[in-house]
């Protein structure tokens, strides 16, 4: 199953890699190993450079398997090349490993990621604790092409692996009481530099949430993997949010708890800093930081003497969720 985007933010037609090349591929990979050479093999790249010859990360057999059965299809997003995986993997913000650029890749590999569990709970009529192999059984794994735009300022074109958070959510069954819908991030300070730290201002663990039709837009993934491979810590794994239109801390990490209220939940940053950081955190080229513009994005990968500066576009160019928003003000409600 591949989700079909409206054109003012598909994936263009002629970016999308051969068919005759992925057979090739997929026949290549029956003969050396099936899924386990498939995680291994640049198959979401537009070339082998993407990768810069990192090592990926050991995937469980569950992921393995379940990687056999996804259906491939190589694009980029509109006229933009996806990010190096090297740039996407050792540049990123988790601050429960520290709060430099470098830090998730260099300290995250303590995080343990197997067994993993996730508790859905709240206004639901089918609440229960999951295993994560149990809780991605049911689904097809797609790979969409998504744009990532960070609150700093700074994005990537990142090709995920996952499923939508609305069939979960789905197989929950929501009841009428549910308005919106909050995530946990594991908490494991023998694991995390960062939670550790007696500098930190984040109020342990970190939480994020979503309006329930937020949640449940064909947009809105609950991601796996990344670039054929399974999730690296650094990113999220083994299971993370990714919401396309909205700043990346919205896409919370390393997720053990989704839940279903009534009420809007308290998130981390808006916690920390309300006049800096709201609850809905759509991308707005016309809403400015308080510290710095919005306008414009630094494009990874960028060099001090050649930054690649591109502008930013309203909900980050998915504009087929402006009509969730209709008749809100979008200053206000930043």
Request: with cysteine; glycine share 6%; proline share 8%.
């Amino acid at each position: 199953m591949l989700i079909q985007i409206p054109p003012s933010s598909a994936c263009r037609e002629h970016e999308v890699t051969p068919e005759s090349l992925y057979l090739s591929r997929r026949r290549f990979l029956a003969g050396v190993g099936g899924a386990a050479a498939m995680a291994a093999l640049p198959l979401c790249a537009q070339d082998a450079s993407v990768y810069d010859n990192v090592e990926p990360a050991k995937a469980p057999a569950w992921f393995d398997a379940k990687l056999a059965g996804t259906r491939w299809r190589t694009v980029t997003a509109g006229d933009e090349s996806i990010t190096p995986f090297r740039d996407a993997t050792h540049y990123n913000n988790f601050y429960e490993f520290g709060t430099n650029k470098g830090d998730p890749a260099r300290y995250a590999e303590k995080l343990r990621v197997e067994p993993w569990a996730v508790r859905i709970e709240g206004e639901v009529d089918k609440p229960g604790t999951y295993a994560l192999e149990d809780l991605v059984k049911p689904h097809a794994l797609e790979e969409r092409i998504y744009r990532l735009r960070c609150v700093e300022a700074w994005s990537m074109v990142i090709p995920w692996l996952g499923f939508p958070l609305s069939e979960l959510l789905s197989r929950a069954q929501p009841n009428g009481n549910a308005k919106y819908v909050s995530f946990e991030t594991r908490l494991a300070p023998d694991e995390m530099a960062g939670v550790r730290s007696g500098f930190s201002l984040i109020d342990w663990p970190y939480v994020e949430g979503l309006r329930l039709d937020e949640a449940m837009h064909p947009l809105t993934l609950l991601a796996v993997g990344m670039y054929g491979r399974v999730l690296p810590n650094q990113n999220g794994a083994p299971l993370r949010l990714v919401v396309p239109w909205k700043y990346g801390f919205k896409s919370i990490k390393s997720i053990v708890r989704i839940r279903l209220v009534a009420a809007q939940p308290k998130t981390t940053w808006q916690t920390i800093a309300p006049e800096e950081y709201g609850f809905f955190s759509n991308v707005n080229p016309e809403v400015d930081h308080p510290r710095w513009s919005q306008a414009h994005e630094r494009r990874l990968p960028s060099g001090l003497f050649s930054p690649n500066i591109v502008p930013t576009r309203m909900f980050n160019g998915y504009e087929e969720v402006a009509s969730l928003y209709a008749g809100l003000d979008l200053r206000k409600n930043y």
